[in-house]
RNA sequence: CGGGGAGUAGUUCAGUUGGCUAGAACGCUGCGUUUGGGACGCAGAGGCCGCAGGUUCAAGUCCUGUCUCCCCGACCA
């Protein structure tokens, strides 16, 4: 796997993800699969994710709620093609009470308690939230109406994998309600905008973001959008969406609204979100054989001071430790102290490695002689002897560096895995050979999509702007086509 | 749901044509020596060999059934 990075197959996680999850160890016989720990240091990545990205939302005008976990059957009957595309995934709670069995040693559903109506656990909160909207809206006083929820959501997929495509996964979903259907689109493409700053700013991740192709849309959606990674393995990597919903789902819940001339009409609305799969697309982007690589303005530690002392100089050793650290975190957040004296320090270097932890300081002795401490960098193992008085604004450098860093070699990793190809001959051989992002003309019929699909096991991924009403012909079938799309072997 | 593979210690796995008290490495516990790149020595704890049935003097090993997990597909964020 050299090479490749972090890849989501479990010989691969069981390795590498040690401090960020671990498969959930449910009931003996039970189909439940795909459900997931998340240990503290991957959580803490996770709500240093939410921290950030939270304050983007509410800076767009958002305000976050809390709608119900379980959603009543019928609610799922009221949007046809949202209904369709999530009949599938469903878990469904029938009963509310268990009984001791018959046998003493266990409980049984007991059967007096099944419910009238079923409840879904939620797939995604379209159908409550506008079923709450219907109430909410009435003048055109009151939209935009934007609502976000950071919530769980639950999907039985048939196949699972670590991180992004778990049974039970944590995300963000944002709802908006607007007059016109102009406002609502650009609604959509701030949102998707909002995703594409953040992944940038903070994953140090660049990516391609656009249409969805209409076999690829949200079920329910007029338009999905889509924002989509390469990872070093050659596959690519959806990790957040924005929809146009259009008006379909107002029109299903009754959401309606007296506009300013008087006339009861039906509001535009959206939704986007993100989940903990932007994790997974953020470890497998920067991570080496040597374990995670986290941008520092996503890790949750950034720097990890390591002393190196004996029984004899242990107490000088820590003391000069702390009070650099203390300097430090008056310029730094999140620095920590490894005096842990039960495990040596190449053990410890090389933990600290595993976990991701962009800058390690070293003190011993030696440096404390010259009043230097060595600062070694995770993304590129440079060494580097920095006197005290500096280190901290040295450090706080270093780690804009390390930033800046990784999101240019995610950029150049993005570039160079994408490849136009003029026909179909040279879109097989590059996705066979190292895949990536193939940019090609397609005249937008499934059935060319299809085919494509089953020669190359490509799918595709968006229109870019690049892309937009760029003539040519269609890579498959040799039709004129109006764009030029993107394709890729996702995950 | 189709194709392939695997279930033995906390983890990763050995375990021969059925044969004695089921093993290793790592991890864990204790003591000592160590500590600038995953330390070492000694002592120890830890097992319903996935589950149920069968064949046999004897089953981790053979047979039948069953459950679960992993990989590759189909489906999807």
Known sequence: MSNKGITPREEDYSQWYFDILERAELAENSSVRGCMVIKPYGYAIWENIQKNLDKMIKDAGVKNAYFPLFIPKSFFSKEASHVKGFAKECAIVTHYRLKENEAGDGVEVDENSKLEEELVVRPTSETIMYDTFSRW????????????????????????????????????EGHTVHSTHEESVQEVMDRLEMYVQFARDFLAMETYHGRKSESEKFAGAVNTYGVEAMMQDGKA????????????????????????????????????????????ALIMTHSDDNGLVLPPNIAPIKVVVVPIFNNENKEKVLSVASEIVKSLKKEVDAVELDERDFVSPGFKFNEWEKKGVPVRIEIGERDIESNNSVVVRRDTGEKESIG??????????????????????????????????????????????????????????????????????????????DGEGKKGRCVYCGKESNDEWLFAKAY
Not at 400 to 421: A, G, M, P, W, Y
Request: one cysteine or more.
């Open 137 to 172: 809206v009435s003048s055109w006083r009151d939209l935009p109406l934007k609502i976000n929820q950071w919530a769980n959501i639950v999907r039985w997929e048939r196949r699972t994998r670590p991180f992004l495509r778990t049974t039970e996964f944590l995300w963000q």
């Open 237 to 280: 990597l959806q990790f957040g969406t924005s929809h146009d919903l259009g008006q379909n789902f107002a029109k299903a819940f009754g959401i309606q609204f007296t506009d300013t001339d008087g006339e009861t009409k039906l509001p535009w609305q959206t939704s986007w979100g993100v989940s903990t799969r932007m994790m997974g």
């Open 388 to 465: 005290y008085e500096i280190l901290a604004s040295k450090v706080s450098d270093i780690l804009s560096q390390i930033q800046e860093n990784l999101l240019s070699k995610s950029k150049d990793n993005l570039v160079s895995k994408t490849h136009r190809v003029a026909d179909f001959e040279e879109m097989k051989s590059v996705l066979k050979g190292d895949g990536g992002f193939v940019l090609t003309g397609w005249c937008g019929s499934e059935d060319c999509e299809n085919s494509i699909k089953y020669y190359t096991k490509a799918t595709t991924m968006c229109l870019i702007k």
